[in-house]
Nanobody, 121 residues
């Protein structure tokens, strides 16, 4: 079993910063892509940022220049540094990891339980 646990959400004023962290644990041979998604009330879940094992990144246009994703392969963690936060960034943020449990196994998507980020004055 693989478990993803997020931390770092909360309430912040517009223009402020937050750092989200996600740690993967359990039976893990390796992790391919890791990423952060978010879902606001009444909206579909959307990709915020993804990072490959070799640290190649991509971001949704709305967060480019404000958010930075990073990872620590040795510790199976991924972080999302969020700056210049806007009210429209308010959402539940989910961590995602594509995990290989076995060396020759198929990669499987795993999700965390999510953490709330609220940007409001």
């Amino acid at each position: 079993q693989v478990r993803l646990v997020e931390s770092g959400g909360g309430l912040v004023q517009p223009g402020g910063s937050l750092r989200l962290s996600c740690a993967a644990s359990g039976t893990i041979f390796s992790i391919d892509d890791m990423g952060w998604y978010r879902q606001a009330p009444g909206k579909q879940r959307e990709l915020v940022a993804r990072i490959s094992r070799s640290s190649r990144t991509n971001y949704v246009d709305s967060v480019k220049g404000r958010f930075t994703i990073s990872r620590d392969n040795a510790n199976n963690t991924v972080q999302l540094q969020m700056s210049s936060l806007k009210p429209e960034d308010t959402a539940f943020y989910y961590c995602n990891a594509v995990v290989r449990v076995l060396r020759w196994g198929q990669p499987v998507d795993y999700w965390g339980q999510g953490t709330q980020v609220t940007v409001s004055s």
